[in-house]
């Protein structure tokens, strides 16, 4: 048994080669809580906002990142059924995942299905239950709707497509001309996010406007999302990447966004603009476990029966989290870079 565990820790706003691996004692599991050893972790671009100190509610520094992780149980705490012991989970943690051991609430962990590779269910943890809940609960796309999924080629917006196609929706999926064949691989029509003339390119391909926008950029473009629109259409935004490497505070990029959202979306035109926030509701903690272990076991049982591709572009060894972080802060790579401790 290991006595010892490895993490990775942010000591504050630095490069990818600021990142500190510490080794510390294994922790004991407290009441209700499961000690997990980390078969994958993700770098999610929640992690590249917090390590400039641009994610809207991070904790201070120094902390461990690690949005999600899935792994097998190694011990439980009092009043946890011991067992769970062995089983493989996955499960939403905000920080605390880039780690060879990570302490999570036992009513937070979702099981992974059997047979289902730990780095292949890793990339549809945070991503496919933003997508799902996006797709299914916010805009709620059915058969025969055209949808516009901006960054197609990235975690989320991968997980988006796939989603989508298997709702029976028509998908335009933005990417640099690099990722057209991976995003055209995945059922969408591809269009190059760069093209100035972006909104004359969908709308040639929607005459009528799109049912639905998935927006992680915010930003100025934020306003063609909303004019592409069809009549009762709906906006989805989840992000604000425009402003990642902007200095000043953090949270203004994302309060100008929600007042944008909120003034659209009490417009009496049919069309509605949301913010999705994957942690909305957790006040009322039985109702939000109970909807994320739905939708993410159902994310997991499309994987599991291969009716959706998992988009991991590479696998890294939690040591060499620098070398990760870069990787998924290229745009080089399609899917999600996936930490292995």
Known sequence: METSVLE????????????????????????????????????????????RAKYYDQPPFPFVPGYDLVGTVAEVGPGVDPALVGGRFAALTKTGGWASHALVAAADLVPVPAGVDPAEAETF?????????????VARVTEGHTVLVHGANGGVGSTLVQLARLAGARVIGTASPRHHDAV????????????????????????????????????????????LLAPRGALVAYGTASTRDEGGNSRLPVL???????????????????????????????????????DLGAVLALLAEGRLRPQVAARVPLAEVARAVELAESGTVAGKVVLVP
């Open 184 to 227: 055209r691989a995945l059922g969408a029509t591809p269009v190059d996010y760069r093209d100035p003339d972006l909104p004359a390119k969908v709308r040639a391909l929607a005459p009528g406007g799109v049912d639905a926008v998935f927006d992680h950029v915010g930003g100025p473009g934020i306003v063609d999302s909303w004019r």
């Open 8 to 51: 990775v820790v942010l000591p504050g706003v630095v490069e990818p080669d600021g990142l500190v691996l510490r080794r510390g004692p294994r922790p004991t599991p407290g009441r209700g809580q499961a000690l997990v050893r980390v078969e994958a972790t993700g770098v999610s671009f929640a992690e590249q906002q917090m390590r």
């Open 125 to 137: 943890v945070v991503n496919g239950i933003t997508a799902w809940q996006m797709l299914h609960r």
């Open 256 to 294: 100008r966004l929600f007042a944008r959202l909120l003034w659209w979306d009490l417009l009496p035109n049919g069309r509605t603009a949301k913010f999705f926030n994957i942690w909305a509701g957790r006040r009322r903690a039985a109702r939000f476990r109970a909807r994320l272990a739905d």
